[in-house]
């Protein structure tokens, strides 16, 4: 808002600056008019209203140069008397328009950054942080009865209940576990053996043989 209103004032005031020089330099231009409106004459009329129009193109070649905008200067021509008097010697009559529409609106502007500036400071002071109050914490003092380790200690190991009542000595560490059930089958009975018992064998054999046999007999 700011930036628009300024290039406004600016060149409000560069208008301001142009009209106030022309009409300084146009004073030959005014006087020639006005002797030429004072004439009865027709000729010395004309010859007075001619001086002035070429007095008031010199005046706007002069102002226009000094501010470098010379390339809007022209030769201006009138087409009756009656322009010439109401006309000439003046600056456009929208460029005076414009600064009576814009008159006063210089100290407006002013009134108006002032107001914002004092309107910002204020909402600044009123929005400033209070400085933060640092406590200072006061920590006991650690005698250090061994260097600092670098490294956090480390967490001990988790060994399984099996390995730590392991033998190593006796098994190996890894036990071959079973593939699956296994189902144990019958054993077929035996056999018996038909023929004579022992005691059949006994009793058919003769009482010498059967007692050197059973140790009652000495051998001969």
């Given at each position: 808002?700011?930036?628009?209103?300024?290039?406004?004032?600016?060149?409000?005031?560069?208008?301001?600056?142009?009209?106030?020089?022309?009409?300084?330099?146009?004073?030959?231009?005014?006087?020639?008019?006005?002797?030429?409106?004072?004439?009865?004459?027709?000729?010395?009329?004309?010859?007075?209203?001619?001086?002035?129009?070429?007095?008031?193109?010199?005046?706007?070649?002069?102002t226009?140069?000094?501010?470098?905008?010379?390339?809007?200067?022209?030769?201006?021509?009138?087409?009756?008397?009656?322009?010439?008097?109401?006309?000439?010697?003046?600056?456009?009559?929208?460029?005076?328009?414009?600064?009576?529409?814009?008159a006063?609106?210089?100290?407006?502007?002013?009134v108006?950054?002032?107001?914002?500036?004092?309107?910002?400071?204020?909402?600044?002071k009123?929005?400033?942080?209070?400085?933060?109050?640092?406590?200072?914490?006061?920590?006991p003092?650690?005698?250090?009865?061994?260097?600092?380790?670098?490294?956090?200690?480390?967490?001990p190991?988790?060994?399984?209940?099996?390995?730590?009542?392991?033998?190593?000595?006796q098994?190996?560490?890894?036990?071959?576990?079973?593939?699956?059930?296994?189902?144990?089958?019958?054993?077929?009975?035996?056999?018996?053996?038909?023929?004579?018992?022992?005691?059949?064998?006994?009793?058919?054999?003769?009482?010498?043989?059967?007692?050197?046999i059973?140790?009652?007999?000495?051998?001969?």
């Open positions: 808002m700011i930036l628009p209103a300024t290039i406004f004032i600016i060149f409000r005031t560069f208008v301001q600056y142009v009209c106030d020089d022309y009409a300084a330099n146009s004073g030959e231009c005014n006087t020639l008019l006005k002797k030429g409106v004072a004439e009865t004459l027709p000729d010395i009329r004309s010859a007075y209203f001619l001086k002035a129009m070429e007095a008031d193109n010199e005046a706007v070649q002069i226009f140069a000094k501010y470098h905008i010379g390339f809007l200067a022209t030769n201006t021509t009138y087409a009756s008397e009656a322009e010439i008097i109401n006309e000439a010697c003046k600056m456009p009559a929208m460029a005076l328009e414009f600064l009576d529409w814009t006063g609106i210089l100290p407006l502007f002013v108006w950054v002032v107001f914002s500036m004092w309107r910002r400071s204020r909402y600044l009123c929005c400033k942080r209070k400085p933060m109050q640092v406590v200072e914490i006061q920590q003092e650690i005698e250090l009865t061994a260097p600092p380790k670098d490294t956090p200690p480390r967490s190991l988790n060994v399984p209940i099996y390995l730590k009542q392991r033998d190593y000595r098994e190996p560490l890894e036990k071959e576990q079973p593939k699956g059930i296994r189902r144990r089958t019958a054993r077929p009975a035996r056999k018996k053996n038909e023929g004579p018992s022992v005691l059949d064998k006994l009793s058919s054999l003769s009482p010498s043989l059967k007692n050197r059973m140790g009652d007999d000495p051998i001969v």
